[in-house]
Nanobody
Framework: QVQLVESGGGLVQAGGSLRLSCAAS????????MGWFRQAPGKEREFVAG?????????RYADSVKGRFTISRDNAKNTVFLQMSSLKPEDTADYYC?????????????????WGQGTQVTVSS
């Protein structure tokens, strides 16, 4: 069982930056792939970024955030981060952290096993 708690959301002006954090419980954190998804009002949840476990550390990004967002993890602290830069109003959404037992990054929400409660990000124009 993995419990995930996101933090770091808030209100920021377009062009600004935010850093989201996701603290995970459990001693096997380093073996899970970790991901960030987002869901805007009236829209489906969508993949933002993912990172595999320590052994490979490969990353994957949605085209809409590539070059602006960076996912990273600190396995010693059981934490995954999402550094968001050059934020746009269309990045406004609730952001969710997810964990996947299978060490591959899937863009499909149904492929992920554990979810946090979400943190809200609002980008003003």
């Amino acid at each position: 069982q993995v419990q995930l708690v996101e933090s770091g959301g808030g209100l920021v002006q377009a062009g600004g930056s935010l850093r989201l954090s996701c603290a995970a419980s459990g001693r096997t954190f380093s073996t899970y792939a970790m991901g960030w998804f987002r869901q805007a009002p009236g829209k489906e949840r969508e993949f933002v970024a993912g990172i595999s476990s320590l052994s490979s550390g490969s990353t994957r990004y949605a085209d809409s955030v590539k070059g602006r967002f960076t996912i990273s993890r600190d396995n010693a602290k059981n934490t995954v981060f999402l550094q968001m830069s050059s934020l746009k109003p269309e990045d406004t959404a609730d952001y969710y952290c997810a964990a996947r037992y299978l060490n591959t990054i899937s863009t499909l929400p149904r492929a992920w096993d554990y979810w946090g409660q979400g943190t809200q990000v609002t980008v003003s124009s």
